[in-house]
DNA sequence: TTGATATATTCCCATATGAGAATATAATTT
DNA sequence: AAATTATATTCTCATATGGGAATATATCAA
């Protein structure tokens, strides 16, 4: 099998850096794809093709006014990446990296100690 | 091009469920490659392959011990991931979705109102 | 040394990709 | 209707994938 398709879900599809930041800009409001294009400095059928697989994921939502399609946030698809990665928060602060040491230290001096 | 490589940052590798699994596994504590074999009832290769991609993002940290190779999460590879998306916490709150709709209708009132 | 256990790597393959180029569709203006 | 503007889709291609099977490597046991 391949990889899983980039629209399966949110996780696969914002790791791609320029959906990534897409999604960024969008945050500020709602905008057309030509702001996006001149924004990114990519080209317009690259956007197109980012915002598709966006849409598929329900990560934006599109609004048709006049002949430009608006596309604006929808952070809801994004919570499941939130939920995960937030159980690992802890590992990183200092207060775990000082625990963690702690631990070693505790292991090391077992190690060594007791006459058994 | 095709997809960026799946060692290339945590984002990507994280795409995969399986190997978001692992680390939830490995959240517990650490562990040699068999458990997890068992524990996700894949092939020893293909978590040794998964694995090995989590080594490559510095997810995880191996040590060995007699015939064994023990994993350890290494959460400072997620807080890119959590940095990123927390951004977008506001936007599934309660609060946010009601203040959404209340800017809808403001925006109606307005389109209707005044007589110019 | 031979065998067993634990893990990693290699080879093969079907499939999905992201980029560029060309083209299609849709709404608006003239 | 013709031209223009805004956006989406299709095509082609090089490349990376994840799974399965086979095999390699490393450590420990007899």
Redesign the interface.
């Known amino acids: 099998m391949a990889?899983?398709a980039?629209t399966t879900d949110a996780?696969?599809a914002?790791?791609?850096?320029w959906r990534?930041q897409i999604?960024?800009i969008l945050?500020s409001g709602e905008r057309p794809v030509n702001d996006l294009v001149r924004l990114l400095g990519l080209s317009q059928p690259q956007v197109s093709k980012h915002l598709r697989v966006l849409r598929e994921v329900e990560a934006v939502d599109v609004r048709n006014e006049g002949r430009q399609r608006l596309y604006r946030?929808?952070?809801?698809a994004?919570?499941p990446?939130?939920d995960?990665?937030?159980?690992?928060?802890?590992?990183?602060s200092e207060r775990?990296d000082r625990m963690e040491g702690v631990l070693e230290e505790l292991k090391k001096e077992g190690d060594m100690g007791g006459d058994e």
Do not use: M
């Not at 914002?14 to 850096?17: G, H, K, M, T, Y």
């Not at 946030?73 to 809801?76: A, K, M, R």
């Open positions: 990889r899983a980039t996780f696969n914002v790791a791609e850096p990534r999604l960024d945050a946030l929808n952070g809801h994004l919570k990446i939130h995960w990665v937030k159980k690992y928060e802890r590992s990183w775990f």
